[in-house]
């Protein structure tokens, strides 16, 4: 574990125990982290994607300080939950778009705002999270490992110390996980 990674474990231990002082030093430190996760989400949107990488970073940080009954493991561990948070908040995104776009909110919406979000892509987006939640039923661990993997950005690496197994199960998984996929959005 490098001299990093350990201050960001120490810290989010720390902070779990009540100290609120290694929360504003662990901010500055996971904030760019962060943004090369959501970064690594919104690479996959379409150009001019409404909702903005720092805006992703915001949400989704919010939402992990608000965590009270995780007790933080590593910083593989935080980030992990990161990315399952970034990928509800882009999906409830696409389902919120989608829900507009029917007319379900009343609420008007410019025409330049509105095609700023490529149906293409939300159209993949829920096809994959479909696939991703009837495999979860199946397998649920290959289901998490492809979360961390393709929504995370983790590396093998990082995705077998958040998920507690060896790094040759966590190839495996990938491997047959993706072909089930692909098998699966192909055919839906």
Avoid at 41 to 58: F, I, K, W
Avoid at 75 to 97: C, E, K, P, S, T
Avoid at 156 to 161: M, Y
Avoid at 166 to 184: F, G, H, Q, Y
Wanted: proline share 2%; hydrophobic share 45%.
């Amino acid at each position: 574990m490098s001299s990093h990674s350990a201050e960001i474990t120490g810290l989010l231990v720390s902070w779990c125990e009540g100290d609120q002082a290694a929360l504003e030093r662990l901010v500055p430190l996971v904030e760019r982290d962060l943004h090369r996760l959501a970064h690594h989400y919104m690479r996959r949107e379409s150009p001019g994607h409404t909702l903005q990488t720092t805006a992703l970073v915001n949400e989704a940080f919010l939402r992990l300080i608000d965590q009270k009954q995780v007790h933080w493991q590593n910083r593989a561990h935080f980030f992990g939950i990161a990315a399952q948070i970034m990928r509800r908040i882009l999906l409830n995104y696409v389902r919120d778009r989608k829900r507009l776009k029917r007319g379900g909110g009343a609420v008007e919406v410019l025409l330049t705002e509105a095609d700023a979000v490529s149906p293409e892509k939300s159209v993949e987006l829920l096809a994959l999270d479909d696939a991703l939640n009837r495999l979860a039923l199946i397998d649920e661990r290959k289901s998490k490992v492809v979360e961390l993997r393709y929504f995370g950005g983790l590396s093998v690496e990082e995705t077998a110390e958040v998920l507690k197994i060896s790094v040759i199960t966590v190839t495996r998984d990938w491997n047959m996980a993706k072909a089930w996929l692909a098998r699966e959005i192909t055919n839906g």
